[in-house]
């Protein structure tokens, strides 16, 4: 949490996103949480999170409570959509973020997925 101007505490929401495909390749990071700086440690968090949605079962529930954060996952084609989000915000709303994200990518590039 961040100090707003009054002194309460506020959410900082997505903390970062990460796309990743089927055989754990990152394709795409984007960190908002300025406590994560390090490139060690956000390497180790990738990883860290990486191996653990691809060891999930296809129908598993797509949110992990991870640290002090929940993570909230989906899978396109051959590519993951990863999202960290502080604890006390809506799970649902932010697989929407994703879904929406992901048809924007669509719509910009013509079709969203991976050759590897």
């Known amino acids: 949490s961040t100090q707003s101007t009054w002194g309460v505490s506020r959410p900082k929401m997505i903390g970062f996103l990460l796309m990743f495909s089927r055989q754990g390749k990152l394709r795409l990071q984007k960190w908002y949480d300025a406590s994560i700086q390090q490139q060690r440690e956000k390497k180790k968090i990738t990883r860290e999170l990486i191996s653990t949605i691809l060891a999930r ?11 002090d954060m929940k993570i909230v996952y989906k899978r396109y084609a ?5 999202v960290a989000m502080s604890d006390d915000d809506n799970e649902l709303i932010m697989l929407e973020i994703i879904h929406r994200y992901v048809e924007l990518l669509d719509k910009y590039f013509g079709s969203v997925c991976e050759l590897d």
């Open 57 to 67: 079962k296809p129908k598993m529930c797509n949110f992990i409570e991870w640290k």
């Open 78 to 82: 051959s590519l993951y959509f990863c």
